[in-house]
Nanobody
Framework: QVRLVESGGGLVQTGGSLRLSCEFP??????MGWFRQAPGKEYEFVAGIRRSGDRTDYADSVKGRFTISRDNVKNTVLLQMNSLKPEDTAVYYC?????????????????WGQGTQVTVSS
């Protein structure tokens, strides 16, 4: 069982910033992704990073505002979120897949964190 532990959510005003963190088990190498789910909506891919960390992918809605990164020594993946908007409000989930490449579909990920709430007030 792979346990992912998220932290960093909270309440912020429009235009503010938050940084989400996700710890993954040591000595495991997965491609990592962040997804989100707003109330009454489907899961949405937000950002992903290759196992090697040399390539990233973003949803169009967050490009230029969010940055995903990883540290394979500290076993963490980060999502830096800037210029937040009310439509970014959602529960954010960290996910891992046992492969090298990023995928944007929820079904392609094997392990999930418990989720962290991000609320952006207008």
């Amino acid at each position: 069982q792979v346990r992912l532990v998220e932290s960093g959510g909270g309440l912020v005003q429009t235009g503010g910033s938050l940084r989400l963190s996700c710890e993954f088990p040591a000595r495991t190498l997965y491609a990592m992704g962040w997804f989100r789910q707003a109330p009454g909506k489907e899961y949405e891919f937000v950002a992903g990073i290759r196992r090697s960390g040399d390539r990233t992918d973003y949803a169009d809605s967050v490009k230029g505002r969010f940055t995903i990164s990883r540290d394979n020594v500290k076993n963490t993946v980060l999502l830096q979120m800037n210029s937040l908007k009310p439509e970014d409000t959602a529960v954010y989930y960290c996910a891992a897949r046992a492969g090298m490449f990023v995928r944007t579909e929820r079904r392609d990920y094997d392990y999930w964190g418990q989720g962290t709430q991000v609320t952006v007030s207008s």
